[in-house]
């Protein structure tokens, strides 16, 4: 039997170191350089950039980017090789300046299509953006043949999305670049608010007619402006974990706000923990007392009402009570607050499992105390807590590991602990995964490691008893 177990054992650590090499053999494997199949010459790298800008305006109404595009020449300073089926391409570009064109005579053209929308509103005639777009034409053909030309360095990537197939990265500051700031034209136009007619302040906030026929002029068909994907999966998973991770964590030192959470958290345990012990013992004492000889009837019944209402509701509603209701009002912080509540509430739980161990010491030890000339209070304290502790020490040290996780619940009193930590990232980042699971690994870490001691500490009771 037992060379069956182990046999068993020695199997499955097998599996398992076999599986931990093939994931670390898969990773390794994934970021070993992946090159393209074919070299790109000057020639074609500049027809591959040239024809993708020339399809990006509006095939009828974009006249502004079809002129743009028109006038876009190019020409390739150098070509290297990236270790993700990626040709970095420096260039130098010339293309119309549609952004400064468009803020020349930005008030010019949203006045012609203001006029011509609320005079069709006044006469009864149905607004179309497209027929407001063609009105025009003419004026932004005359426009771009006056706007002078833009020029400068960048540095853009083609991708190899399958053999011997290379597409332009598109990201919007390619884009914005090479149509002579395209793209800022668009969000500026998105965020018009206000236009003149007759010299009055008129909103459009929610008329997006007049937007719209102007943006057709200056508009792209839609392009994918994300990353192509190349490569080995998990590589790519990895590299968006890694850069996910340093976002979140690494920019800007984020990572401070779980330390100086953790650190909150971990005092407002400490703190709680104690109060909790010492006020249970005090309360788990006085309803011992009373059990057995009838003493201290009116404390008990204040104690028995206390176990009552903070066992009978919820750690997060005390915790706005005592916060809201009775602490804020008199100025005390919010730190006092989230220790005084669950002080309170650990002493409930506390009282109780002190009450089990004290009330499971047998009787005979009180007697033989009494018999060898100790008082009540003295066979207390010398013979009865003691055995009491020692049976109810590896509850106590759970019962600390449950005040951990319960302490969570302070954030909701702006109290800037773990929790509020991983919250404020998440705030930061726009990012729910990466900052709810950190939090969690933490706490996570923490109990295991109490749990170890507390198991250790289980062991060494059970050798004393021998």
């Keep these: 039997m037992k060379k069956s177990f182990v046999k068993k054992k020695l199997i499955a650590l097998c599996v398992s170191i076999a599986l931990v090499v093939c994931f670390v053999a898969t990773v390794a494997i994934s970021f070993i350089p992946h090159r393209v199949s074919n070299e790109l010459t000057v020639d074609e790298a500049q027809k591959i950039i040239s024809d993708t800008i020339k399809e990006l305006p509006r095939d009828t109404l974009g006249v502004a980017m079809q002129k743009t595009a028109d006038s876009f020449a190019l020409t390739i300073n150098s070509i290297e090789y990236g270790p993700n089926k990626d040709v970095i391409v420096d260039c130098s570009y010339s293309v119309v300046d549609i952004k400064t064109l468009y803020n020349t005579h930005k008030e010019d053209m949203f006045n012609k299509v203001c006029t011509q929308y609320f005079d069709n509103v006044e006469s009864g005639n149905m607004n179309n953006a497209t027929a407001l777009s063609i009105s025009l034409f003419s004026d932004v053909n005359s426009y771009i043949a006056d706007t002078t030309d833009v020029s400068g360095d960048i540095t853009v990537k083609i991708y190899e999305t399958s053999k011997g197939v290379f597409s332009l990265y598109l990201s919007d500051e390619t884009v ?57 999966a998990i590589r790519k998973w990895c590299i968006d974990f890694a850069d996910e991770f340093k976002r979140n964590f690494i920019n ?70 005592i916060y809201f209701v009775i602490l804020l009002p008199i100025g005390l912080p919010k ?10 509430n650990s002493g409930a739980y506390v009282a109780e499992i002190v009450r089990g161990g004290i009330m499971s010491v047998d009787k005979g030890q009180m007697e033989a105390g009494r018999s060898l000339g100790f008082n009540y209070a003295q066979s207390m304290i010398y013979f009865i807590i003691p055995q009491a502790f020692k049976a109810v020490l590896p509850s106590l040290a759970n019962e600390f590991i449950t005040l951990l996780k319960e302490s969570s619940v302070a954030f909701y009193i702006g109290v800037a602990d773990l929790t509020q930590g991983g919250l404020k990232i998440r705030s930061l980042t726009y990012s729910n995964f990466m900052p709810l699971i950190a939090v969690a690994l933490v706490y996570l870490a923490i109990v295991l490691i109490l749990t170890k001691l507390v198991g250790l500490l289980e062991r060494r009771l059970r050798k004393s008893e021998h």
Aim: hydrophobic share 40%; proline share 1%; glycine share 10%.
């Design 252 to 321: 800007d030192d984020h990572w401070l706000y779980l330390v100086q959470g953790l650190g909150t958290t971990l005092a407002i345990t400490c703190l709680a923990g104690v109060m909790g012990i010492v006020l249970g013992f005090v309360v788990s004492i006085i309803r011992c007392t009373n059990e057995t000889t009838g003493k201290f009837y009116i404390i008990d019944g204040i104690c028995r009402f206390y176990l009552t209402v903070v066992r009978g509701t919820p750690v997060m509603v005390q915790l706005l009570i």
């Design 176 to 232: 914005n670049t090479l149509t002579g700031g395209g793209v800022d034209v668009l969000n500026d136009i998105k965020n018009v608010k206000t236009v003149k007619y007759l010299g009055n302040d008129v909103d459009i906030t929610n008329n997006n007619t007049i937007r719209t026929s102007i943006e057709y002029l200056f508009g792209f068909d839609n392009y994918d402006s994300s990353e192509p994907a190349t490569g080995n």
């Design 335 to 344: 730190f006092v607050s989230a220790v005084l509540c669950f002080g309170l």
